[in-house]
């Protein structure tokens, strides 16, 4: 059943004011709210809704709204719950009429939300970002033909991965999965797997390398043997061979995999599709996550640097092979056709389409260049602090959000947040410039006094 959206029907209530009545109607947030066109939204997002019978969802307004919040102020859900509730300025940008003292949403709902809109509807909000900028004349609409191309790693919330950690935590997950569903173990190894665990890191502490070894081959030892096990007592049982089917393939992956071997591994057993990525970081030399894309405008606009487009890879795939499906996503995003693009060294052999009109400048090359394009590569490194403030202001820097659809929606509302908080920015200068005018004006002029 499609959501019952809101509209501001002007009710009022004899025993309770309108929020439009109490509060600062000049506050960037109310004006922010007003700027967005929440019928686009309400479209583009009630796509994956039908029209048959049963509870209709919550107003996407709200919803919507308060996804915006959560990643322009760097909230987790139940932050975000509990800012909503006492605040009214949030409450009326997510379309609330009179201040609610109790919450009209649980917070399980915004995880079901963001599931079931995905990757594609949740770049709605993205486009309307740049287009509430455009509005509101923080960005014209040519300072997106030109943008930079970067690439970076939206790391997971994991521990770092060793190989002891993660056997001894497999066997755990094993044990504890047979005992609730009553598989009597032989042994569960529970005590000498914990103290192999601290010999093991004591011993690679002191760089005692063949004792830690010694240890690694017997928590080794120990999962085999937990495996083995349990294969054996749930042998021609289909309820429980299913049940215990993934916890028994990503053990004997964790068992069977050595530090250096290439491949697909297990970093992590409640994140398995964690990826290890190296950027040739000094201080960071692997990361585990997923690569993301992100392109920015080449020039600052004026309400400050908007993020056009993002969009998350997994697979960790060479830079300069993923501008075939990147550049017609920025096109699509921002509704018009690119005409620059400019990327670092790593895009070199990039498989751009050669039917568009764009062009690629890649940074190493020193022939041929003209005036425009060596300005163009000096303005590359501008995307760095924008990937930045991604990661530390906006939730980019450690995603929360489970399996890889999680890294995907986590991506793009980092975006969306990212460009929201400039109009925020935008609108509160505005109205500081706006209040100050007016105030030079209302100041008559001072008359020189007669002697």
């Not at 009545?21 to 997002?45: C, G, P, S, T, Y």
């Not at 049982?237 to 916890?247: H, K, N, R, T, Y």
């Not at 964690?274 to 000094?282: D, M």
Request: net charge positive; hydrophobic share 40%.
């Amino acid at each position: 059943m499609r959501p019952k959206e809101r509209r501001d029907g002007g009710q009022t209530d004899l025993l309770r004011a309108r929020l439009d009545q109490i509060l600062n109607m000049d506050h960037a947030l109310v004006k922010l709210a007003a700027a967005i066109d929440w019928r686009f939204l309400e479209e583009r997002l009630g796509e994956v809704y039908d029209d048959g019978p049963g509870r209709p969802p919550l107003p996407t307004r709200l919803m919507a709204g308060l996804a915006i919040l959560k990643s322009m102020h760097n909230l987790s859900d139940e932050g975000l719950c509990e800012r909503w509730l006492e605040n009214p300025y949030y409450q009326m940008f997510c379309g609330e009429e009179f201040f609610q003292h109790r919450l009209v949403f649980d917070r399980t709902s915004l995880t079901r939300w963001r599931l079931r809109m995905g990757e594609e509807r949740l770049m709605a909000l993205l486009q309307e970002s740049l287009a509430a900028a455009t509005r509101l004349g923080a960005a014209k609409p040519a300072d997106f033909r030109a943008v930079i191309v970067d690439t970076t790693v939206q790391e997971k919330a994991i521990t770092f991965p060793t190989d002891a950690k993660l056997m001894q935590r497999a066997r755990e997950r094993l044990v504890k999965l047979a005992k609730k569903h009553g598989v009597v173990l032989r042994q569960s190894y529970a005590r000498v797997g914990k103290f192999a665990l601290i010999k093991h890191q004591r011993y690679a502490h002191a760089k005692q390398f063949k004792r830690a070894n010694r240890q690694l081959k017997r928590l080794r030892t120990m999962l085999g043997a937990v495996i083995r096990d349990i294969a054996r007592k749930i042998a021609g049982q289909p309820g429980l061979m299913q049940v215990f089917g993934l916890s028994l393939s990503l053990a004997r992956r964790v068992r069977d995999q050595r530090q250096r071997e290439r491949g697909r591994k297990v970093y992590s057993l409640h994140a398995p599709e964690v990826e290890c990525i190296g950027k040739g970081k000094a201080h960071k030399p692997y990361e585990f996550g997923v690569k993301v894309s992100v392109a920015t405008t080449l020039k600052r606009s004026r309400g400050g640097q908007f993020v056009a487009h993002v969009k998350a890879l997994p697979g960790n795939p060479y830079d300069g092979h993923t501008l075939a499906t990147i550049l017609p996503a920025i096109e699509s995003s921002i509704g018009a056709n690119l005409g620059k693009i400019v990327a670092d060294a790593g895009y070199r052999g990039h498989n751009a389409p050669k039917d568009k009109t764009f062009k690629v400048h890649v940074a190493g090359y020193r022939r041929g260049l003209t005036k425009a394009v060596k300005r163009a590569l000096r303005r590359r490194a501008a995307i760095e602090p924008v990937i930045g403030h991604l990661k530390t202001d906006h939730r980019m820097g450690r995603n929360f959000l489970a399996f890889a659809q999680g890294d995907a929606n986590n991506a793009v509302l980092a975006a969306v947040g990212y460009n929201f908080s400039l109009l925020l920015n935008w609108l509160g200068l505005l109205c500081a410039f706006i209040l100050a005018m007016l105030a030079t004006t209302a100041t008559p002029p001072l008359r020189p006094r007669i002697a």
